[in-house]
């Protein structure tokens, strides 16, 4: 069943990945995480209230210290790059999540890679830097390069934030149950993401005039709860590296989507993106079936 939830991930993070550079363009990053969140939480709400609240150990609490906090990391890292970098920049290179993710699941889960998941990294690290070229305008020369360093070291934070989080979020619901660890993490974030919001991007809740523009915003929170619900059953039955590998599909769909309705691509090297995508995706294949 791992292998069904990892898909149905698959489809909230594309849809939400979309639909955030959308909700980017026109308010601050803050603004968006936090409706993002808000949605989130009352989903968490109505599954707690059928489901009710499941901790069956204290070391829970610090389990769920650690998550807050680099989720907090990545969300912020990550809609910044998003919104200074197309999504089909930015999203191929979280391609690397899976390398972090073993890391993490060897110090944390007890996990252990083979020969084939090394070979995998390689692939999946080739494909990222193929991506990061495409992008280097070569007649700004160094400047070109240069506007990349920023947005390329934001998704790195992320990427390391994610790795470590599949293997605490598999600690966490361990010692909770999914519905749970859901809804107190959105709980969290709501509170942590309004403080953001209201001292960052104040005039920018302007947004709740624009009833098409919020509708967009808390879609945004549904397609997180399809998206990291999934993950956590996923989670429940797989091994960390193997559900993350599964959710890095996402960037062959999402890039894909991004030159078809969003009309990116159309800077830089098309062909060379591309490539890094599709070398990225036969990491990923590799590293799943290294690990069955």
């Known amino acids: 069943m791992w292998i069904f939830f990892s898909i149905l991930a698959v489809f909230g993070l594309t849809s939400r990945n979309l639909l955030t550079k959308v909700g980017l363009g026109k308010v601050n990053e803050y603004i968006v995480i936090f409706f993002t969140v808000f949605g989130a939480f009352f989903v968490g709400v109505v599954l707690v209230l059928i489901n009710g609240l499941v901790i069956s150990d204290s070391s829970f609490w610090r389990i769920f210290l650690i998550r807050v906090f680099l989720d907090t990391v990545a969300a912020i890292t990550?809609?910044?790059?998003?919104k200074s970098r197309a999504v089909s920049y930015v999203v191929p290179l979280t391609a690397i999540t899976p390398?972090?993710?073993?890391l993490s699941g060897y110090f944390i889960n007890g996990d252990s890679i083979s020969s084939f998941g090394f070979l995998a990294i390689l692939i999946i690290v080739l494909g990222c830097i193929l991506v990061v070229v495409s992008e280097i305008d070569m007649k700004k020369g160094k400047r070109g390069l240069k506007e990349l360093v920023l947005p390329t070291l934001l998704i790195m934070i992320t990427t390391i934030s994610w790795g470590i989080l599949d293997a605490v979020h598999k600690e966490g619901i361990e010692v909770s149950s999914p519905y749970t660890y859901f809804f107190l993490g959105n709980l969290a974030y709501v509170i942590i993401f309004f403080f953001f919001s209201f001292i960052f991007a104040r005039k920018d809740f302007k947004v709740l005039k624009d009833k098409?523009?919020?509708?967009?915003?808390?879609?945004?929170?549904?397609?997180?709860?399809?998206?990291?619900?999934s993950q956590l059953f996923a989670l429940q039955d797989g091994i960390a590296a193997y559900v993350s590998?599964?959710?890095?599909?996402?960037?062959?769909?999402?890039?894909?989507?991004?030159?078809?309705?969003?009309k990116e691509g159309k800077s830089g090297n098309r062909f060379m993106k591309l490539v890094g995508v599709l070398v990225s995706f036969l990491g990923v294949l590799i590293l799943i079936w290294s690990n069955f």
């Open 78 to 82: 990550l809609f910044k790059a998003l």
């Open 245 to 262: 590998a599964m959710k890095s599909l996402n960037i062959i769909f999402t890039t894909i989507l991004a030159f078809l309705f969003l």
């Open 212 to 229: 098409k523009l919020l509708s967009i915003n808390l879609s945004l929170g549904f397609l997180l709860a399809i998206e990291f619900l």
């Open 99 to 102: 390398i972090f993710t073993i």
